[in-house]
């Protein structure tokens, strides 16, 4: 499963969902009582990012966030979503992230981010040569069902 905006006559494309991005803190932060975030708040807060190749300190909201002559605190980049959970739940960290992620997590406030952070669809994408194999057809059957059943 891959994010493309891409066409080939061999390739075969079926959209799965359609994501966003939201900011979560810990149900009990300091924040959290507020009904939204205003972007001088997003800016002070202190921070997590989510980087895949680590040590990144800066990623697409923070070029957004300098065209408009701001920054924001990002005081810890990880490699994965996995540990994201937790660390909101043990911190006082704010973390913008993709809503799935986080749905099934009670401990979190969500917040709408103060500034436009374009989500994206997940695609699955397969070759003519596997389009019609019987085995790859279960297998993408399989993922799709496994999006509706989750209510993705």
Partial sequence: MVTLD???PDI???NLYDERYICAVR???PIAQQTELTLEQFCQLEQALIS???GN???VIDQALKAMGLQRNVSLSVQNFIVLPELLEQSDLLVVLTERLISNLPNLKRFEP???????TKTLIWHERTHKDPAYRWVRELIEKAY???GR
């Fill in 6 to 8: 891409f066409q080939a």
């Fill in 148 to 150: 509706l059943v989750e």
């Fill in 52 to 54: 895949y190749h680590g």
């Fill in 27 to 29: 149900h009990d932060h």
């Fill in 114 to 120: 103060p500034l436009e952070i374009q989500g994206f």
């Fill in 57 to 59: 300190f800066s990623g």
């Fill in 12 to 14: 075969h494309a079926k």
